[in-house]
């Protein structure tokens, strides 16, 4: 009997849409390994066999209405479990809190089984099945999505397929010599071919962890893009891809709703080439949509790319041959805190019109700051016919945000600091690159006000946005560098604990007492995301534009959906500004209920308009 012949009709049915391409991929990449190809799509049948009835209902809903993910509805939030609740237990008990923030998108950060000490954050990982035991279990795991979901809640999780830990039961036996196993990493005898790879291939951290190879005790030379305790892994070997595929699907059986491709761009390597961005990461892509679209297609997959809106947009692929579903909008965010820098909105500009531009099927992250650090990947071809020079331009950036600029209230620390480059990356939360730390700790209530107008201005930029507004827990409620990991050996050479502090939850509870920092952000920031889901041209279909002004430090955008019409205007200086409107406008003001009328409005420093024009 075939085996297509006692599959349930719904996975035949699925299986059936994609079944040519997705052969013809997996023959392409992997040289007609029919065998191999079979294994995975018996699997295949497996994890859709175990899916949860209740998650099976959900994968029919959704894909009822495939692009329930790009409305004005879904708000994130970030958080490390340990940092937030202490477990997946204590997350659990904290979801009333994160339904009143105004919250429906949970993303856990790396949470499976790594070694303590060098874990990169969770991004090293041991055991793709198991959790951090000091986290909780897999079972916790599914307690807590399934918990979530009876909250309307969606849950994120990163999928770290590039690499795994040196403790990884892989790792461990390729080193002890099994030669099947070694064949999953790259591994080298001598330094011959990885001297070659290393003319192309950029360094990720040239300070910190330099090249991309380590050479181990017994002479083996393996390619480690990002940290030495971090082995790539070799996605040119089928069982590599089969078995990255089966550890996705059954993250996805766990309840996660989406399933975040952690360094997806440098998946695939070959000699002579940068090891980036090749297009047969494409490929990849895209049988893993195909996988999820079959077994689990309420399931989104969310690239981690971090380039430019125009070079990020392949890894959507197409109408046709979708690849992921989401991006991170990681360039506007660093255009925006270099407009904070410089009170500057015209490169911000430059890169809404190329936002604009893209398909409105293009959904994307968007985010004031996330756990890791900033860099300036600006485009500095464009800010160089503003005087604005590379590497002088970026020690500006990284004197203004750490303080080091005269006037600046920003306090934060560099990361990686490359001086033979001039280059380096920064860290800090929202509020301290704002400049509420150095306000609270002057105790001037003048620069305290000017930092959180400044704050919610830039939460009020990001809502605006079409896409996925994500916030990172903490900035809810104004949370401040944590200095305390320069005392911990296992975090001291990394500055991005900087701003991956424990929350605080006694500041929290400020969140409801008047005239403290909490209440003022976080009443803000929750009425700013109420008024966007009250209105449908927040969504991400909508048709947006930039507007002239009038001024270089009012950035002016306008959105259109159905009959809506909506202006905003933001502020990035701390003067009093004129914006002016490119036609005469009868407005409401959505956040003052303010009737606004004429050509022209005055924004107060660090002030915005949502303007909802009259039909």
């Known amino acids: 009997m075939n085996t297509t012949d006692i599959w349930e009709k719904e996975f035949a049915e699925r299986f059936a849409k994609v079944f040519d391409e997705f052969k013809w991929l997996y023959c392409e990449v992997y040289n007609h390994d029919m065998q191999a190809f079979h294994w995975l799509v ?23 209405t495939p692009f329930w993910y790009s409305t004005n509805d879904l708000i994130g939030m970030m958080l ?23 919250i429906n998108y949970l993303h856990l950060m790396p949470l499976l089984k790594s070694p303590k000490d060098k874990s990169d954050g969770g991004y090293a990982v041991s055991d793709f099945r198991s959790v951090q035991p000091e986290l909780g279990t897999i079972d916790d795991l599914e307690a807590l999505t399934a918990a979530c979901h009876e909250n309307d809640i969606s849950v994120c999780l990163d999928f770290v397929m590039n690499h795994t830990s040196e403790e990884h039961e892989w790792a461990k036996a390729a080193r002890a010599g099994d030669e099947e196993m ?3 990493y790259f591994f080298f005898d001598n330094w011959e071919i990885p001297n070659e790879f290393e003319k192309t291939v950029p360094q990720v951290f040239p300070t910190t962890a330099p090249g991309n190879f380590t050479e181990l005790e017994n002479g083996d030379i393996v390619m480690t893009t990002f940290y030495p305790y971090q082995w790539d892994l070799n996605f040119g070997n089928c069982v590599v891809f089969n078995d990255m595929v089966c550890n996705m699907m059954s993250i996805a059986n766990h309840g996660i709703d989406i399933i ?9 390597k070959e000699l002579g080439t940068s090891c980036r961005n090749l297009p047969t990461v494409h490929k990849l892509v895209r049988m893993m949509r195909i996988v999820t679209e079959i077994v689990c297609p309420s399931v989104l997959l969310l690239g981690e790319v971090v380039m430019e809106p125009s070079k990020v947009a392949p890894y959507f692929g197409s109408p046709e041959k979708p690849e992921c579903h989401m991006l991170y909008n ?6 925006m805190w270099h407009t904070v820098a410089t009170k500057d909105v015209r490169l911000l500009k430059h890169q809404t019109s190329q936002l604009a531009a893209l398909s409105k099927d293009y959904v994307f992250l968007n985010y004031l700051r996330c756990h890791d650090d900033i860099g300036w990947g600006l485009d500095y071809d464009y800010l160089l016919s503003f005087g604005m020079a590379e590497v002088p331009h970026k020690k500006f950036l990284n004197d203004y945000f750490t303080g080091k600029f005269e006037g600046s ?15 380096a990356r920064l860290c800090g939360t929202t509020a301290s690159l704002c400049g509420v730390e150095a306000a609270l700790k002057t105790g001037d209530k003048a620069a305290l006000k000017t930092a959180l107008d400044c704050d919610v201005m830039l939460h009020a930029y990001m809502l605006a946005q079409s896409g996925i507004p994500v916030i990172y827990s903490g900035d809810e409620i104004g949370q401040l560098n944590d200095y305390t990991y320069h005392d911990d050996a296992d975090k001291q050479a990394d500055s991005r604990y900087l701003h991956r502090g424990k929350l605080n939850w006694k500041n929290v509870e400020k969140r409801t007492a008047k005239n403290t920092a909490e209440n003022m952000l976080y009443s803000a920031v929750t009425r700013l995301e109420q008024i966007r889901r009250q209105y449908p041209v927040f969504t991400a279909a909508a048709e947006f534009e930039v507007t002239d ?17 909506l202006y905003v205007f933001f502020n990035f200086s701390g003067t009093e500004q004129s914006a002016f409107f490119d036609e005469i406008l009868t407005a409401t003001d959505l956040i003052s209920g303010k009737t606004v009328r004429g050509l022209s409005a005055v924004l107060q420093p660090y002030g915005f308009l949502w303007l909802l024009c009259d039909e």
Do not use: C, H
């Not at 990681?330 to 255009?335: I, K, L, N, P, R």
């Open 549 to 565: 002004t009038g001024s270089d430090q009012v950035l002016g955008i306008r959105r259109e959906y159905e009959k809506q019409k």
């Open 409 to 423: 209230p920003s306090r934060g620390e560099l990361y990686n600091d490359d001086e033979r480059l001039g280059d």
């Open 330 to 335: 990681v360039t506007t965010m660093a255009s």
């Open 182 to 184: 070694r064949k999953r």
């Open 260 to 268: 975040r491709l952690d360094a997806v761009p440098y998946i695939w």
């Open 80 to 102: 490390y479990v340990d940092n937030f609740a202490g477990s997946l237990k204590g997350v659990r008990q904290k979801i009333d809190y994160i339904r009143e923030s105004g």
């Open 42 to 64: 018996n699997a295949m049948y497996e994890y859709y066999e175990a899916r949860d009835p209740a998650l099976k209902a959900l994968d029919r809903k959704r894909e009822s």
